[in-house]
């Protein structure tokens, strides 16, 4: 154990004070020689045993005053590899507005291949370019929020600092991306949930404690009426049952809207399952229900269960809408690119109208799902309105077709949510095609800036 000098002093001082002290007695004649030689000896032993074993507490709790700092290139890797694991964008910001430097996060987050680069030519958002430059002048902004629409939503607080160091001379700022979109998307969906379900279920509810009283009054032995009643009272708990199951699923996608799916999926497999579920429905309705598909698998990047929901909601209105005697068609395919797969050369139907819902935000090879039927088809005028939620061209015929109105929205937002795209096609009396694509597994780039709004959102 080392001891410290400082230790040693204490115990010399100590030693020789307690030694003068029995000199002085011996020679004032109040201690006999013999006792005081002994005295001294005990004295020195003792100060020794002291010296060996005591201070140890001391140098514990000393102890962290003597952790030395790191070398400073191992400290500056430390920092580095810190900054690089945050889950949250940062950027070291340069004068002019060059990225000095961005961690993973905000190379995933801005799209960025590497460092280097303009922040104003991928944030382009003034309040934040400005808020960066106050930072570059040695202010501090306050954090700053801005809201994307494009390509899907987004929601973020920028907190722009700058740095006491300087590179060259010149001051750095950091810009920290905090990105509140799952946050913001939450709330507004719990408002719209319950917005939506409180208003869509006042009317079968209204309805429903209307039957009630009947039954519980005039009707009560009327035997006929009773049946009937309770028929209809069961049909609109179908209703309701189907609204809340849909509006959560709705809720459940736009939530995740902003979160590019990952697993691998056989859109021919799932194809093949909604057909096992339908058939029994379509044979009733007197339609005939077939799937056309590859015998090689076709694997896009998606989410198995959202997908389903696509062909289902597609499958089943096609079914729904259409005349007994009439066919539908699943058809899977591998298309070369998402704008032909959604709006091909030539119409599928004669003299049809034609709209993109959803504009496909990705380029390369997909997976493309078209339903086709021979049903009443869907006037020019409606097809701006299809997808929108709780839109239904025949609100007259709502009660037998049964349907609440959210399934094309499901569509359209599984569509966005798989940087997809969708289009509907028809012409009255000549049946509809709906087509929804994905990108194929490993294939998806984004897409090409500006191609996005190049496609219309209006009918043509
Ligand atoms: P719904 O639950 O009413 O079917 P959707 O969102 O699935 O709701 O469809 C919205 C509206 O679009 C429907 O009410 C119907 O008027 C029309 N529609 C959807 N698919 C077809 C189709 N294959 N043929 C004719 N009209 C359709």
Redesign the pocket.
């Known amino acids: 154990m080392k001891k410290s000098p400082a230790r040693g002093r204490d115990i010399v001082v100590t030693a020789g004070i307690g030694a003068l002290t029995v000199v002085l007695l011996t020679m004032s004649g109040s201690v006999a020689i013999a006792n005081a030689v002994a005295a001294v000896a005990a004295l020195c032993a003792l100060s020794a045993i002291y010296y060996l074993l005591a201070g140890s507490p001391r140098e514990i709790a000393a102890a962290p005053e003597k952790t030395e700092s790191l070398p400073s290139p191992e400290a500056d890797a430390t920092a580095a590899a810190m900054v690089e694991l945050l889950s949250d964008p940062v950027l070291l910001i340069g004068q002019g507005g060059r990225i000095e430097r961005a961690n993973r996060a905000a190379r995933d987050f801005l799209g960025l291949s590497r460092d280097g680069g303009n922040i104003a030519s991928l944030i382009r958002q003034p309040k934040v370019l400005e808020a960066i430059t106050a930072a570059l002048d040695g202010d501090t902004p306050p954090p700053v929020e801005y809201s994307a629409n494009a390509p899907y939503e987004s929601h973020v607080r920028a907190f722009v600092n700058p740095l006491p160091q300087k590179l060259g001379g010149q001051r750095l700022a950091m810009l920290l991306l905090h990105d509140e979109t799952a946050t913001k998307r939450a709330e507004r969906m719990r408002a719209d949930f319950l917005a939506n379900a409180s208003h869509e279920l006042r009317t079968p509810l209204a309805s429903l404690s209307g039957f009630i009283e009947t039954l519980k009054g005039h009707a009560r032995h009327d035997e006929g009426a009773r049946d009937r009643f309770l028929s209809i009272m069961e049909s609109q708990t179908d209703r309701m049952r189907r609204l809340i199951n849909?509006l959560l699923s709705l809720s459940r996608i736009e939530m995740n809207e902003h979160v590019a799916p990952s697993e691998e999926v056989d859109l021919g497999k799932i194809a093949k399952d909604i057909l096992d579920t339908l058939k029994p429905i379509a044979a009733d309705r007197g339609v005939s229900f077939r799937l056309d598909a590859p015998e090689t698998p076709v694997t896009v990047t998606g989410d198995r269960d959202q997908l389903m929901a696509v062909i289902q909601?597609?499958a089943?209105?096609?079914i729904?809408?259409?005349p007994g005697g009439a066919t539908v068609t699943v058809e899977i395919a591998v298309g070369d690119s998402p704008y032909d797969a959604i709006r091909p050369g030539g119409r599928l139907i004669e003299e049809s109208g034609r709209m993109t819902i959803v504009s496909p935000s990705s380029e390369g090879a997909v997976g493309v799902i078209r339903?086709r039927?021979q049903?009443?088809?869907?006037e020019r005028a409606?097809l701006p309105r299809?997808?929108q939620r709780f839109?239904?061209?025949?609100e007259g015929k709502?009660e037998d077709?049964?349907?609440?109105?959210?399934?094309?929205?499901?569509?359209k937002h599984v569509a966005t949510r798989h940087r997809g795209g969708f289009s509907v096609e028809?012409a009255p009396g000549r049946?509809?095609v709906?087509t929804v694509c994905a990108p194929l597994a490993g294939s998806a780039a984004p897409a090409a800036a500006g191609k996005q709004t190049a496609e219309p959102q209006t009918a043509d």
């Open positions: 849909d909601n597609l089943d209105n096609a729904k809408y259409s339903v039927d049903g009443p088809g869907i409606h299809l997808a839109y239904r061209v025949e709502a077709r049964k349907g609440t109105g959210l399934g094309l929205a499901i569509v028809s049946g509809a709906f």
